[in-house]
């Protein structure tokens, strides 16, 4: 998978440390994501339904 035009962005809950927190991506695939601390490592594909139905479920927490 080529990421090399991925436009990564980190949630506005990351704050300005970086801390703890995952990168995200539009593709024509779906939703990928990445550790921010390993931007080299691996990264998860998902389709973009999944992808929906995890935000949905994450709706209110904090």
């Known amino acids: 998978m080529d990421l090399s ?3 990564w962005r980190k949630s506005t809950r990351s704050g300005p440390d970086g801390g703890n927190c995952v990168e ?3 593709s024509i ?3 990928l994501v990445r550790d ?4 080299d490592g ?3 594909a998902f389709d973009p339904h999944v992808w929906l ?5 994450m709706a209110g927490r904090a």
């Open 24 to 26: 995200v991506a539009e």
């Open 29 to 31: 695939s779906g939703v």
């Open 36 to 39: 921010s601390k390993d931007p």
């Open 42 to 44: 691996p990264v998860l």
């Open 5 to 7: 035009n991925a436009q």
């Open 53 to 57: 139905a995890f935000i949905g479920g």
